[in-house]
T-cell receptor
């Protein structure tokens, strides 16, 4: 699985959009970009994933650059409950199982 | 749906004691996982089960055993607990949402302290 690079931390004002960058310059053509988050003391939570097209769901939007070497997770209207560590993971599941390789992630703090 | 449930939530053991962490999922997923997370660290895979009846080692299996009792349940056993096994343990199950695309769902965790 390709390695990812994320900023260590970032702050965001409540109600504003939070844009979380991720670099994955060694991504392979069949690898997907996944985002998970972990709120303090809870288990990780799946947010969104994509291959090359931009994706949106009820939680967030995912923007992947045309060369697929980087992506941005967008939380459109951050709330205090979005304070968490956000993990960008690049992988492809070719077997009947898959191991998630969690890096250090980005600590996002949403302030009032 | 309860999702992924884990018991117990907290446990304190003395060195050398044994215990079993329980995990169950009600989403009819084939694959299940056990991870551990040490303070300030990312998750590391202990064991996984691709399907009922199969289990395989992850990256940190030493000191642990697992049982895939049925499709719903996947237990983790510490035969002789050591202080190095103090950690938060997360169970997860996964589903395939498309070709080569898999999402994992995690339980709330079990916090284990070994004295």
């Amino acid at each position: 699985d390709a390695k990812t690079t994320q900023p260590t931390s970032m702050d965001c004002a409540e109600g504003r959009a939070a844009n979380l960058p991720c670099n994955h310059s060694t991504i392979s053509g069949n690898e997907y970009v996944y985002w998970y988050r972990q709120i303090h003391s809870q288990g990780p939570q799946y947010i969104i994933h994509g291959l090359k097209n931009n994706e949106t769901n009820e939680m967030a939007s995912l923007i992947i650059t045309e060369d697929r070497k980087s992506s941005t997770l967008i939380l459109p209207h951050a709330t205090l409950r979005d304070t968490a560590v956000y993990y960008c993971i690049v992988r492809v599941t070719t077997d009947s199982w898959g191991k998630l390789q969690f890096g250090a992630g980005t600590q996002v703090v949403v302030t009032p | 749906n309860a999702g992924v449930t884990q018991t117990p939530k907290f446990q304190v053991l003395k060195t050398g004691q044994s215990m079993t962490l329980q995990c169950a999922q009600d989403m009819n997923h084939n694959s299940m996982y056990w991870y551990r997370q040490d303070p300030g660290m990312g998750l590391r895979l202990i064991y996984y089960s691709a399907s009922e009846g199969t289990t395989d080692k992850g990256e940190v299996p030493n000191g642990y055993n697992v049982s895939r009792l049925n499709k719903r349940e996947f237990s983790l056993r510490l035969e002789s607990a050591a202080p190095s096994q103090t950690s938060v343990y997360f169970c997860a199950s996964s589903e395939f949402v498309g070709l080569n695309q898999e999402t994992q769902y995690f339980g709330p965790g079990t916090r284990l302290l070994v004295l």
